[in-house]
T-cell receptor, first 117, second 113 residues
Framework: AQKVTQAQTEISVVEKEDVTLDCVYETRDTTYYLFWYKQPPSGELVFLIRRNSFDEQNEISGRYSWNFQKSTSSFNFTITASQVVDSAVYFCALSEGFGGATNKLIFGTGTLLAVQP | DGGITQSPKYLFRKEGQNVTLSCEQNLNHDAMYWYRQDPGQGLRLIYYSQIVNDFQKGDIAEGYSVSREKKESFPLTVTSAQKNPTAFYLC????????????FGPGTRLTVL
């Protein structure tokens, strides 16, 4: 069965610290997609990144970076030099299959990140 | 601006009443979704629709109903059969044929008194 585990319920850091949010997934499919979303206090989910199972290359976007490791079924997210505006709940999600009509996302329970000034 | 709108932002209803949550998108997306979020939990899929006049049950469809008469609209009705309807409801849409990311609306917080 598909499952996404975000073991860190809450993380608190001081501004400018680096922080890594963990995501571990389970799937029997060989083709799948992984996502990260940010949910600020306003409630709307903001898309951050999508990665497919054939692309293990790490990605960096500004202060954000993602480490995808199929060997450990992990897709971790690092924020470098955190800022107060990074405070939010972050969700990792999994989508199986390729193309077609099924694009259902399985979400983890989220990690609440609090960045203190 | 393209996006997804949900109305209202906050909704209060008495127990036993049906209530309909609105979701409209102007992104020209084929697929639309409804999720429920409870405190400290992730999002759980209620219903989804890949094309007009077609929709499928998600993981927690009991007590909910939907319709998809127009491409841009996917309203969700929370019926009196839903045992615990108080929650945050999020609507999303996607170009549903290539595992593209889903775009979310601002959500509706429903409180049943």
């Amino acid at each position: 069965a598909q499952k996404v585990t975000q073991a860190q319920t809450e993380i608190s850091v001081v501004e400018k610290e680096d922080v890594t949010l963990d995501c571990v997934y389970e799937t029997r499919d060989t083709t799948y997609y992984l996502f990260w979303y940010k949910q600020p206090p306003s409630g709307e989910l903001v898309f951050l990144i999508r990665r497919n199972s054939f692309d293990e290359q790490n990605e960096i976007s500004g202060r954000y970076s993602w480490n995808f490791q199929k060997s450990t079924s992990s897709f971790n997210f690092t924020i470098t030099a955190s800022q107060v505006v990074d405070s939010a709940v972050y969700f990792c999600a999994l989508s199986e299959g390729f193309g077609g009509a099924t694009n259902k996302l399985i979400f983890g329970t989220g990690t609440l990140l609090a960045v203190q000034p | 601006d393209g996006g997804i709108t949900q109305s209202p932002k906050y909704l209060f209803r008495k127990e036993g009443q049906n209530v309909t949550l609105s979701c409209e998108q102007n992104l020209n997306h084929d697929a639309m979704y409804w999720y429920r979020q409870d405190p400290g939990q992730g999002l759980r899929l209620i219903y989804y629709s890949q094309i007009v006049n077609d929709f499928q049950k998600g993981d927690i469809a009991e007590g909910y109903s939907v319709s998809r008469e127009k491409k841009e609209s996917f309203p969700l009705t929370v019926t009196s059969a839903q045992k615990n309807p108080t929650a945050f409801y999020l609507c999303a849409s996607s170009d549903g044929w290539s595992n593209n990311e889903q775009f979310f609306g601002p959500g509706t917080r429903l409180t049943v008194l």
